[in-house]
């Protein structure tokens, strides 16, 4: 089956410790993306990819990280500068080099305390 | 002014009804334009792509009125099953590949 996995569904951690979030897509998409989802709001970008190597910041980059060392891989970092870590982190994915719908994965529930 | 408004709702409809949702942009050079659905506590899914002509796919029609700048979404006899926030998405033309996001209208389907 073709589709975008993250990993782990629900994630805790204390404050001040940095945390991964893991996205791994197989549908040879070029393009992928990491959106934060708070309550009752909409999607914000935090960062985007459109080749391996490659990456730029979205709307709300501060306190995250990224790399794009795969086409396949696109794992996040939520450092301790972070100042509002919890929140619903959606992967997403997209082909080609103009404007595509994009596909999600099932996302990850991060709570910091 | 955001960049892609719409109504929170919730819009509360009978089984069978046919509800409406507008969703305006700010952005007169958009190109392309989605209706994503969301599930609670779920990731969003492609319902739809909008095109410059409108588009049916089943009981679900979306249409794009460039001049004024409002996508809409019409769902015919609507099913409980059709309970769920439903996003307007529009590409942001700073990036062809960013897409801006509206927050949501919550459609809730009662028996």
């Known amino acids: 089956d073709g589709g975008i996995t993250q990993s782990p569904k629900y994630l805790f951690r204390k404050e001040g410790q940095n945390v991964t979030l893991s996205c791994e897509q197989n549908?040879?998409?070029?393009?992928m993306y990491w959106y934060r989802q708070d309550p009752g709001q909409g999607l914000r970008l935090i960062y985007y990819?459109?080749?391996?190597?490659?990456?730029q910041k979205g709307d709300i980059a501060e306190g995250y990280s990224v790399s794009r060392e795969k086409k396949e891989s696109f794992p996040l970092t939520v450092t301790s500068a972070q100042k509002n870590p919890t929140a619903f982190y959606l992967c997403?994915?997209?082909?080609?080099?103009?404007?595509?719908?994009?596909?999600f994965g099932p996302g990850t529930r991060l709570t910091v305390t | 002014r955001k960049e892609v408004e719409q109504d929170p709702g919730p819009f509360n409809v009978p089984e069978g009804a046919t509800v409406a949702f507008n969703c305006t942009y700010s952005?007169?050079?958009?190109?392309?334009f989605f209706w994503y659905r969301q599930d609670c506590r779920k990731e969003p899914k492609l319902l739809m792509s909008?095109?410059?002509s409108g588009n049916e796919d089943g009981r679900f029609t979306a249409q794009l009125n460039r001049a004024s700048q409002y996508i809409s979404l019409l769902i015919r006899d609507s099913k409980l099953s059709d309970s769920a926030t439903y996003l307007c998405?529009?590409?942001?033309?700073?990036?062809?590949?960013?897409?801006?996001f509206g927050s949501g209208t919550r459609l809730l389907v009662r028996p």
């Open positions: 997403a994915s997209s082909r080609g080099t103009a404007v595509y719908e994009q596909y």
């Open positions: 549908l040879n998409h070029d393009a």
């Open positions: 990819s459109q080749i391996v190597n490659d990456f």
């Open positions: 952005n007169s050079a958009s190109q392309s």
């Open positions: 909008v095109y410059s």
């Open positions: 998405v529009v590409n942001g033309v700073d990036s062809s590949y960013k897409l801006i």
